[in-house]
T-cell receptor, first 117, second 111 residues
Framework: AQKITQTQPGMFVQEKEAVTLDCTYD???????LFWYKQPSSGEMIFLIY??????QNATEGRYSLNFQKARKSANLVISASQLGDSAMYFC??????????????FGSGTQLTVLP | KAGVTQTPRYLIKTRGQQVTLSCSPI?????VSWYQQTPGQGLQFLFE???????NKGNFPGRFSGRQFSNSRSEMNVSTLELGDSALYLC??????????FGSGTRLTVV
């Protein structure tokens, strides 16, 4: 079974509007972490936001927020007020296990976001 | 502070050759992990090093190997290159597993 599922291969959003990128995950661990990364065409993976499994509040970082629904095992990324520079591939990733023992990220297949002027 | 530095950025090699890629982590980060990104398989974990020891390894053949030096810099080596090894190779450094900072990657083309 896929550990991280991103069901939207491509998304379009109008500039200044909000957009939600979906991510569901599968793990039997109680302790895990969820990450979102942005990858522009240059290739670098840029960290956006992190949510720990025990965090009760949804994570926010500027225009990025993570809609964490633990029972549904979903961790959707919300980008508010989209900008042209937000056009990129977005990856959801999971680190299973405790932070002091987990040593790898498992990535989803990504969502290509295009912001339209 | 300086980010994660990967060299070279681009590389073209011939089938059967070997290649070595380098990754310099953020100062103070002792964990370095490597990922392969291809259009078909997506992002896949190769291995992770911490204090010069390989702690975790992904499901890749033995042609893929790596090492880490005392200054935390890491190298990965691919021997007997195949066309399917063409990929973007990304390295990530971490102080703890709350945050992974990636480099810009090395784009390897095997012809």
């Amino acid at each position: 079974a896929q550990k991280i599922t991103q069901t939207q291969p491509g998304m379009f959003v109008q500039e200044k509007e909000a957009v939600t990128l979906d991510c569901t995950y599968d793990t039997s661990d109680q302790s895990y972490g969820l990450f979102w990364y942005k990858q522009p065409s240059s290739g670098e993976m840029i960290f956006l936001i992190y949510q720990g499994s025990y965090d009760e509040q949804n994570a926010t970082e500027g225009r990025y927020s993570l809609n964490f629904q633990k029972a549904r095992k979903s961790a959707n990324l919300v980008i508010s007020a989209s900008q042209l520079g937000d056009s990129a591939m977005y990856f959801c990733a999971m680190r299973e296990g405790r932070f002091d023992s987990a040593r790898q990220l498992t990535f989803g297949s990504g969502t290509q976001l295009t912001v339209l002027p | 502070k300086a980010g994660v530095t990967q060299t070279p950025r681009y590389l073209i090699k011939t089938r059967g050759q070997q290649v070595t890629l380098s990754c310099s982590p953020i100062s103070g980060h002792r964990s370095v992990s490597w990922y392969q990104q291809t259009p078909g398989q997506g992002l896949q974990f190769l291995f992770e090093y911490f204090s010069e020891t390989q702690r975790n390894k992904g499901n890749f053949p033995g042609r893929f190997s790596g090492r880490q030096f005392s200054n935390s810099r890491s190298e990965m080596n691919v021997s007997t290159l195949e066309l399917g090894d063409s990929a973007l190779y990304l390295c990530a450094s971490s102080f703890d597993s709350y945050g992974y900072t990636f480099g810009s990657g090395t784009r390897l083309t095997v012809v």
